[in-house]
């Protein structure tokens, strides 16, 4: 049976999730994030998306990403760790280091840890089977974004029973789902979104002017943004502030209202600021803002 009655996002979801810490604090309890993305041609998401992580409060980013992607990322702050994977895109060669540190990951953290994987990977026959062998090993939280929404798209199968989220803007929802929303009233959208949701056993997060939040049972409505964010890499920062929370233990329904609060609110302080000029490097310095 369908929800509906919907929740609107507000400020009161951050209350749950940024409480007053303690004097004392150890590493890692506020998590650990991978971001796994990034190919020959594309090094800007992953970075975007650990640096929208940090500003979101997580106290580790550790990005995996194809050789020339993470000596890139790794050059633009000593705030990023990037781990270089050899060669210029995704291989299978590669699954057993990915899934070897994100296991490496969710001990060190004592279980703090979550994925954001998508972002620049890029669309190649062996890469996205790649992306759909790891989803289907790993049993930690995960922000499927991009790339790798094409890839649950051929075999939805791999993430039952997971604890995902999923990112879509109105393409990859498409791609996804088989269901196209584009010309729909904002009551058609919700009345699929939740629809898939339930079927694919999922969270999702559809991006447009209201996004629209669901997993299955519940949906929210988050209004913050500005049109000015349709630049290129605020999605890659709703990502990475997603996986920030996540990882530390939040629910993937929760996360993604928090996250598409947080981003959205961002994302006005800096369209005040910088109108047509706004870039996604903007929204990340203005999340400390949104945040109070």
Same mark, same amino acid.
């Given at each position: 049976?369908l929800q509906?009655?919907?929740?609107? @996002?507000t400020?009161e979801?951050l209350?749950n999730?940024y409480?007053p810490?303690?004097m ?8 650990l994030?991978?971001v796994?993305g990034?190919?020959e041609f594309?090094?800007?998401s992953p970075?975007?998306s650990g640096l ?7 106290? =580790?980013v550790?990005?995996i990403?194809?050789?020339?992607? !993470?000596n890139?990322?790794a050059?633009?702050?000593p ?9 210029d895109?995704?291989?299978k ?5 990915l899934?070897? =540190?994100?296991e490496?990951?969710?001990?060190i953290?004592?279980? &703090? +840890?979550a ?6 990977l890029?669309?190649?026959?062996e +890469?996205?089977?790649?992306i759909?062998?790891?989803l289907?090993?790993?049993?930690v939280?995960?922000v499927?974004?991009?790339d790798?929404i ?7 199968? @791999?993430i ?7 990112t ?10 088989k269901?196209?929303?584009?010309d729909?009233?904002?009551d058609?959208?919700?009345?699929? @979104? ?5 079927r694919l056993? +999922?969270?999702i997060?559809?991006k ?8 299955? &049972?519940e949906?929210a409505?988050?209004?913050t943004?500005?049109?000015? =964010?349709t ?7 709703l990502a990475?502030i ?7 233990g ?6 993604s ?12 302080i !800096? ?12 929204l990340i310095?203005?999340?400390p803002?949104?945040? &109070?």
């Open positions: 049976m509906e009655i919907m929740i609107e @996002v400020k979801i209350k999730i409480k810490r303690p004392v604090g150890k590493k890692y309890e506020y998590g994030l991978l796994i990034g190919s594309y090094s800007g970075a975007l929208a992580a940090f500003r979101a409060g997580v106290d =580790m550790r990005i990403a194809p050789e020339r992607a !993470a890139i990322i050059s633009f702050t705030d990023l760790a990037a781990y270089p994977l050899k060669g895109w995704l291989t060669k590669h699954l057993a280091i899934l070897e =540190m994100t490496a990951a969710k001990i953290s004592h279980g &703090k +840890t994925v954001v994987i998508g972002g620049g890029g669309r190649s026959k +890469t996205q089977e790649v759909l062998e790891y289907s090993q790993i049993s939280p995960c499927i974004d991009a790798a094409h890839a649950v798209g051929k075999k939805p199968s @791999v039952s029973g997971k604890n995902c989220l999923f879509p803007h109105l393409y990859e929802f498409f791609v996804l789902t269901k196209e929303v584009d729909l009233s904002d058609e959208r919700i009345k699929i @979104v939740q629809e898939q949701s339930q056993q +999922t969270t997060l559809l447009s002017g209201t996004d629209i939040i669901s997993d299955g &049972k949906v409505l988050n209004k943004g500005s049109s000015f =964010m630049v290129g890499g605020t999605g890659d920062t990475g997603a996986g920030a929370i996540l990882a530390r939040i629910s993937p329904f929760e996360a209202q928090a996250a598409a609060y947080i981003n959205g609110i961002a994302g006005e !800096a369209s005040q600021k910088f109108g047509e000029s706004l870039m996604a490097t903007d310095a203005s999340i803002e949104a945040l &109070k």
